[in-house]
């Protein structure tokens, strides 16, 4: 019975762990999506400045 327990616990925190690992995966892709977006409209910007300029 005592084996159990310490079973579920051990189970427990390996879910709880991966759950925080899956959200810290997703804020990183969100991060770096965001920051492509950012990149392109740079890009996209200094393109057209760079248009009208000349």
């Known amino acids: 019975m005592k ?3 310490k079973a ?3 189970e ?5 762990k991966s759950e ?3 959200t ?3 804020n990183q892709v ?5 920051m492509r977006e950012k ?3 740079l890009l996209f910007t200094t393109a057209a400045g760079l248009r009208h300029s000349v």
């Open 39 to 41: 990149n392109e409209g």
């Open 24 to 26: 810290e995966r997703r």
């Open 8 to 10: 579920a616990s051990q």
């Open 30 to 34: 969100r991060i770096r999506k965001e």
């Open 20 to 22: 925080e690992e899956g």
């Open 3 to 5: 084996q159990r327990c």
């Open 12 to 16: 427990g925190k390996h879910q709880l």
